[in-house]
T-cell receptor
């Protein structure tokens, strides 16, 4: 079944800890994206990657890092520098930048 | 950055009624997308629009790309309980741009 898989569904972070959110796609899409969603808000872009080994900062990249070593995978690390990490994180992919983005089912990150 | 104003913020309707919602922008967009999000899940693409004046349907859903290229509309006819959710508009400003700007969503409740 083709799609985008995000894991885990729920994640808890302790103060000062880095955590990594997984995103895998088997749609053979070149581009992948990470968004943050807060209650009552639209989606805000954290990072995106047009191609393997390349990525660009979005509107709210501070406190986050990414890597794109494989076409299928685009993990997001929420670092201890992100002071307000509690949010719903969504990963998306698209065939090209001008094609619609398709989303995974999200990871909800909370602070312990 | 660009901003999208989506309205209404929320709406309650009777089952069987028609629904209209819209997005407006201060910037010109060359792509408009409409997504639906159920609680705890990722957004699902409903309709994509690529040309000013374009009118596209997907079952009971119809969306239009405004002539000014600064707005878009989504209509749902004969609403049913499973239409409940949050509807987001998203726009892309330029050819080759990977970044989408999202509205804050319209929360739809359907009263049986």
């Amino acid at each position: 079944d083709g799609g985008i898989t995000q894991s885990p569904k729920y994640l808890f972070r302790k103060e000062g800890q880095n955590v990594t959110l997984s995103c895998e796609q088997n749609l053979n899409h070149d581009a992948m994206y990470w968004y943050r969603q807060d209650p009552g808000q639209g989606l805000r872009l954290i990072y995106y990657s047009q191609i393997v080994n390349d990525f660009q900062k979005g509107d709210i990249a501070e406190g986050y890092s990414v890597s794109r070593e494989k076409k299928e995978s685009f993990p997001l690390t929420v670092t201890s520098a992100q002071k307000n990490p509690t949010a719903f994180y969504l990963c998306a992919s698209s065939n090209r930048g001008d094609q619609p983005q398709h989303f995974g089912d999200g990871t909800r990150l909370s602070i312990l | 950055g660009q901003q999208l104003n989506q309205s209404p913020q929320s709406m309650f309707i009777q089952e069987g009624e028609d629904v209209s919602m819209n997005c407006t922008s201060s910037s010109i967009f060359n792509t408009w997308l409409w997504y639906k999000q159920d609680p705890g899940e990722g957004p699902v693409l409903l309709i994509a629009l690529y040309k000013a004046g374009e009118l596209t349907s997907n079952g009971r859903l119809t969306a239009q790309f405004g002539i000014t290229r600064k707005d878009s509309f989504l209509n749902i006819s004969a609403s049913i309980p499973s239409d409940v959710g949050i509807y987001f508009c998203a726009g892309r400003t330029g050819a080759g741009s990977y970044q989408l700007t999202f509205g804050k969503g319209t929360k739809l409740s359907v009263i049986p």
